[in-house]
């Protein structure tokens, strides 16, 4: 795409994301045109409330999107249809979910942004096989995804819309025409298929590492009722402490990434 189709992947991106929702089982919390709390914190300010998101204006939301997706996506670099396929996989998904997809697919390493060097491999694919490739891992992906129950049909629907328009546009006829947003009694339950945010569920700090903080205490506790002897206690403290670190990093490393 040149740098002018931005605004026609914007349109798209915004059919599927526009509007405020806040759905419990959406790992993205508070979020407008889909742009999550957490993004608004990032890059307009740090004390955000849900309020704030949802008084978001529109303008906001695109200026975020140029800058910090598809400028950071390389998006006026990538071939026509992958540029809109990555976009939307990005901001759905975040941008190194996209990434790492993109350069598992062109034979690169995984880990990093999209360089020059993803630019120069995805300019060597056939543009069709690109986008058929990143839809069947965004879907798979997104299978996996433990609130697929819950948001499964909007995130399905989703991804055959993006599949469609980004191999449309790939063969040069442009995609299908935009689908007006969803109003009257559906327009909720639509936002919140198509709005979640399909990542892995962010876990509460307080969750991921209180019962380790317990453990160790507990630990503690025992030393010091049984009156062991300091460089005893010391021991088991550590051996307590390393135990929580192994099983907090396997159980980080079991999510979908």
């Known amino acids: 795409m040149s740098a002018s189709s931005y605004d ?47 008084a978001m204006p529109v303008e906001v939301a695109k200026r975020i999107y140029r800058e910090k997706y598809w400028n950071a996506l390389r998006g006026d670099e990538l071939p026509a249809g992958v540029d809109y396929c990555v976009f939307d996989y990005g901001v759905n998904s975040g941008n190194g979910r996209a990434a790492k997809v993109l350069r598992r697919l062109t034979r690169l390493p995984e880990d990093g942004p999209i360089t020059d060097e993803v630019v120069a ?25 433990r609130t697929w129950n819950v948001f499964g049909n909007g995130w399905g629907r989703r ?17 299908p025409g935009l689908k ?20 892995p569920p962010r876990p509460p700090l307080a969750k991921k590492f209180g019962w380790g903080a317990a453990a160790v205490a507990a630990v503690a506790a025992a030393a010091h009722w049984l009156d062991a002897h300091p460089l005893t206690t010391i021991a088991a ?12 990093t396997t159980k980080g490393r079991s999510r979908p990434s």
Do not use: M
């Open 8 to 54: 026609e992947a914007l349109a798209r991106l915004l059919v599927h994301e526009g509007g405020y929702s806040n759905h419990p089982s959406d790992p993205g919390g508070p979020t407008n045109w889909g742009i999550t709390i957490f993004d608004y914190r990032k890059y307009v300010d740090p004390r955000a409330t849900a309020a704030d998101v949802r």
């Open 159 to 175: 991804v055959r819309e993006v599949r469609a328009a980004a191999l449309a546009i790939a063969a040069g006829n442009g995609g």
């Open 237 to 248: 403290l550590v051996l307590a402490a390393l135990v929580a670190l192994v099983v907090i």
């Open 121 to 145: 491999a995805t300019a060597r694919f056939d543009p069709a096989r690109l986008v058929e490739s990143i839809c069947d891992e965004r879907l798979a992906f997104l299978q996996s995804l």
């Open 180 to 199: 007006p947003a969803p109003t009257g009694a559906g327009k909720e339950e639509t936002k919140r298929e198509t709005t979640a945010k399909g990542r």
